[in-house]
């Protein structure tokens, strides 16, 4: 395996290269981004793994400053999962100049929920993602369905702009107790660990209303987001959507079967969560 912290040497490496099979992470690996790897080694082509931490999707009083940033214990895990290629350049590699230019993802997909919380949150996000795609080339590139939303804006990205890259979620992995895996998990103190899978239960009772005839849909957020709030939480939200467009369902469209999830963003102590569920 190897690390590569230029432009330049990531293309020469990859030159000529039409297989390429990207996973885009911002480094502190959990067994999550390490299944995106194994998943990226079953499509046959080199895997490249890019750890950047992502200045311009932070808002300025997140984590950005005290994102753990741990690339030698990263790349020993990325290169036991079968990584062929760590592109990991710091800020002046990537972002030479200010990033002036940036990708605006609509505002009917990307200003609710996460978008909603964190402003301006998917236009980082897109515009990384963006020119990571330029300096890989991949043909498909893996993200993790744990960030339902972020997978779902990308997707339409690569398709509204007609990339030739295949983009593909893999499923999210949990914890023995039912808590996703996550790298903000690793903020979260004893006590607040053991509370966390509430998060992934209160979604589970939502999804379980969900198809109840008679139910009411704010009814249904409402109990789920002040079951949290009672343990000590703070849901930003609680919320049942169609998987499509990510807007809410009708009652019809519940109670017939539509395809749903559920997802939740909560903070515990200093610590926000974001978990989905599909239904
Ligand atoms: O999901 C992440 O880790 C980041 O949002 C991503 C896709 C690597 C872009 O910085």
């Known amino acids: 395996m190897r690390i590569i912290h230029s432009l330049s040497e990531l293309r020469a490496a990859l030159k000529g290269e039409a297989s390429t099979v990207f996973v885009p992470t911002m480094g502190n690996l959990h067994e999550g981004h390490l299944s995106l790897v194994r998943e990226a080694r079953r499509h046959g082509g080199p895997v490249v793994v890019s750890i950047f931490v992502n200045r311009l999707q932070f808002l300025p009083h997140e984590d950005f400053d005290r994102y753990p940033r741990t ?21 002046a590699e990537l972002y030479p100049v200010p990033q002036v230019y940036k990708v605006q993802p609509p505002a009917a997909l990307a200003d ?3 978008g909603e919380f964190r402003p301006g949150f998917f236009t980082g996000v897109c515009t990384v993602v963006m020119k990571l795609f330029q300096c890989v080339q991949p043909a498909v590139a893996i993200f993790g369905q744990k960030d339902y939303q972020q997978l779902k804006v990308l997707s339409a990205m690569a398709e509204q ?12 992995v949990r914890a023995g ?11 979260l103190g004893q006590t607040e660990r053991q509370e966390a899978v509430a998060l992934s239960q209160a979604l589970a009772q939502l999804a379980q209303g969900a198809r109840v005839p008679g139910s009411s849909l704010a009814a249904l957020e409402q109990a789920a987001a002040d079951g949290l709030r009672e343990r000590g939480w703070m849901p930003d939200y609680l919320t049942l959507r169609r998987r499509n467009d990510l807007l809410p369902p009708t009652d019809a469209e519940r109670l017939a079967g539509e395809p749903l999830v559920a997802l939740g963003a909560a903070r515990i102590g200093q610590t926000r969560l974001i978990d989905n569920l599909e239904l």
Request: net charge negative; charged share 20%.
């Open 177 to 187: 107790d039912g808590l996703a895996l996550s790298s903000r998990n690793g903020y």
């Open 112 to 114: 609710l929920l996460e």
């Open 161 to 172: 702009f007609a990339m030739p890259i295949q983009v593909l979620g893999a499923p999210t």
């Open 71 to 91: 690339l030698a214990r990263d790349a020993e895990m990325l290169e036991a999962a079968g990584c062929d290629i760590v592109f990991a350049p710091d800020e």
